[in-house]
């Protein structure tokens, strides 16, 4: 099973969350970028997502809803100012419930051997305290690993079709 790695240097306004997968690269790109996909495996395993905006190219947005079965929700968005199908992803993230708090957002998708490949985002806040009040719980690494594991399964059944 592959692991998620976070750093996140004291004193530094960046995290650094690197996967692997075992998947060709283009199919892990795939997965950020088709609505239905991303929808499938993004959050946590608790929560389910919908998309009022999806438009993964330069200069599109997103607006996203993590949303449970007793109505609770939260709305997450952003601009991808650079995408480069099937390598790159640069962008800006925020979470409505800390509004004027944005993270620039680079995500890099690198072929491994083996028909594997790998993610490496890249965040850097706005001060060390955005950082570390992003990461001052363990909510936020839950629900990137969860996210991560519902992945793996999502390309296992992709390859197979």
Do not use: C
Not at 14 to 41: C, G, M, N, S, V
Not at 47 to 54: A, D, H, K, M, V
Not at 71 to 93: A, R, S
């Amino acid at each position: 099973m592959n692991k998620t790695k976070f750093l996140a240097e004291p004193g530094k306004q960046e995290l650094f969350i690197e996967r692997e997968f075992d998947a060709p690269r283009e199919l892990l790109f795939k997965a950020h970028t088709d609505p239905e996909l991303y929808r499938q495996w993004l959050g946590p395993k608790n929560l389910e997502t919908r998309f009022e905006i999806f438009e993964p190219q330069s200069g599109g947005s997103f607006r996203f809803i993590n949303f449970d079965d007793q109505g609770n929700e939260d709305v997450f968005y952003g601009v991808y100012h650079k995408v480069i199908e099937p390598e790159l992803m640069i962008g800006t993230f925020e979470w409505e419930g800390m509004p004027n708090h944005p993270s620039l957002e680079k995500a890099e998708f690198q072929e491994l051997p083996g028909n594997r490949s790998k993610v490496i985002s890249h965040s850097v806040f706005l001060s060390i305290e955005d950082r570390d009040g992003m990461m001052a719980d363990d909510a936020m690494k839950q629900g990137v690993n969860e996210g991560y594991e519902k992945l793996d399964e999502l390309l296992e059944k992709l390859k197979k079709s």
